[in-house]
Every structure is written in C-alpha cells, then in structure tokens.
T-cell receptor
C-alpha cells in the first residue's frame, strides 16, 4: 500500500500547455510538500501545506499553483509550460518529527 | 539555515564499509542532522537522524563529534544495492519545511 502516491509518473507535453500532477498520502500527516529536482539533481522545495493551508511558497513562478482539497491531497497545476519546467517533481509529506516521506516522482518533459 | 558540504561522489566495493562525511560548520543549537538515500527514479528515503555522539539503526550508523560541525554516515558491508545518492541535511527536528537538500554524494558500489 503506497504511502505517498503521485500521478502521472511521466508527462510529456508541448510548451504553452497546462498540466496537473496529483498527490495523495495515506499516512495521516498534516504537512505536505512539492519539490522540484532538476537535471543536476538538486532538490528544491517549492511549496509546503499544513492542514490545507499554504505555509511555504518559495520563489516559484505564479504559473505554478498548488491546491490542497484536504490534508491528504496536494495537487500541482502548471500553466503555460516552459522548457525550463522540465524536471522531476516530487510530492512529500512529513510526520511530527520532521521525517519526510516522498512519492516516486513525476517526470515532466516540455517539448 | 545551515549549509552542508559533502563529497560529490564516492566509489567502493561490495563488502566494504563506506563512510560519507558531511560538513555543517554553522549548525545551530537546535538543529538535527538527517541523512536521506535516493535511488534512480525514486524519491529520497529517510535513513537516519541524530543530534550528537552516535546513532545506529538497522541500516547505518551516524557519528557526530562533540562540536557537531560535521557528521559521518557509516554504511557497513555495502552491497550493489547501496548504489545511490546520499543527502546530508541539517535543520530543526520538527520542521521539515526548513530543511534544505544539498547536492548529495553519489555512491557507486562495484562487485
């Protein structure tokens, strides 16, 4: 039973399109995140939600819009995709002692 | 936020003990040290966390000197399946949102 699951795993799309990535966690955690891992493998936090409330919004273009319908879900919508958006996007959640649990990632390729 | 420095890559052989050292000279009093492991095409996975001296679990040991300005992750008798990227992170115990991932150490294990 997958703890943090995200879909789709692969996404190939054209520049200018809009796409969404969904994430769900069944661990009962209050806090969820979106991370971006670029081609150089640096993992950068994008957003953090606690109980459906946005608590961290790093310097990310406003084309990226997270949405948390409930504390078990955190979706990421990206408008007007650009070449530089190509990366692996990881969803994660954390427990009360700060341990992060990651999904398997969603590889986005913008052509 | 404390910055970490670790070797970009390391090589070793099956059956050997591998030690990966991380420098964190400006670690704060309340910061914990956490290590994550990332396999290709997967999200990072928590390995071990500690505050001082030594911590051991079924996977690894973590050695932290008295000044806490560095730490060493020790993997006993590695196997090919330990080939991965290892991230050293420093941050508040209960605040995963403030933890920053560095570039990690790419560990390659050979037969």
């Amino acid at each position: 039973d997958t703890a943090v699951s995200q879909t789709p795993k692969y996404l190939v799309t054209q520049m200018g399109n809009d796409k969404s990535i969904k994430c769900e966690q069944n661990l009962g955690h209050d806090t969820m995140y979106w991370y971006k891992q670029d081609s150089k493998k640096f993992l950068k936090i994008m957003f953090s939600y606690n109980n459906k409330e946005l608590i961290i919004n790093e310097t990310v273009p406003n084309r990226f819009s997270p949405k948390s319908p409930d504390k078990a879900h955190l979706n990421l919508h990206i408008n007007s995709l650009e070449l530089g958006d190509s990366a692996v996007y990881f969803c994660a959640s954390s427990n009360s002692v700060g341990e992060l649990f990651f999904g398997e990632g969603s590889r986005l390729t913008v052509l | 936020l404390a910055k970490t420095t670790q070797p970009i890559s390391m090589d070793s052989y099956e059956g050997q003990e591998v030690n990966i050292t991380c420098s964190h000279n400006n670690i704060a009093t309340n910061d914990y040290i956490t290590w994550y492991q990332q396999f290709p095409s997967q999200g990072p996975r928590f390995i071990i966390q500690g505050y001082k001296t030594k911590v051991t679990n079924e996977v690894a040991s973590l050695f932290i000197p008295a000044d806490r300005k560095s730490s060493t992750l020790s993997l006993p008798r590695v196997s090919l399946s330990d080939t991965a990227v290892y991230y050293c992170l420093v941050g508040l115990y209960s605040s995963a949102s403030k933890i920053i991932f560095g570039s990690g150490t790419r560990l390659s294990i050979r037969p």
